[in-house]
């Protein structure tokens, strides 16, 4: 528990709803924004152990991969979010 941090709880959290909203309410689009989001905030701040030769216990570094991923997940669910408010509003105007 000691390698959860608060982001990795709201990642989680953000990660339920969308899986919810996707179970409930079969809106892809919403529950596509709530996973991203959701994923990017946890690859962005789990921390991992490991074990040396010595076997002490240390945390192993975020690989550059990982961060970068989870920034495009970010930036994903933001234009995703757009997306969906751009759908609301030309179905809004359209009727």
Do not use: H
């Not at 990642?11 to 079969?26: D, K, V």
């Amino acid at each position: 528990m000691k390698n959860i941090s608060l982001r990795v709880i709201i990642g989680i959290l953000f990660s339920a709803i969308g899986l919810a909203s996707l179970l409930i309410t079969q809106q892809a689009l919403t529950a596509a924004v709530w996973l991203s989001f959701g994923n990017g905030l946890i690859l962005s701040d789990l921390r991992l152990t490991g074990v040396d030769e010595k076997g002490n216990v240390y945390q192993k570094p975020i690989p550059k991969a990982r961060t970068i991923t989870a920034i495009l997940l970010i930036v994903f669910a933001v234009l995703l979010l757009f997306f969906q408010m751009f759908l609301d509003y030309s179905e809004a105007t359209a009727a």
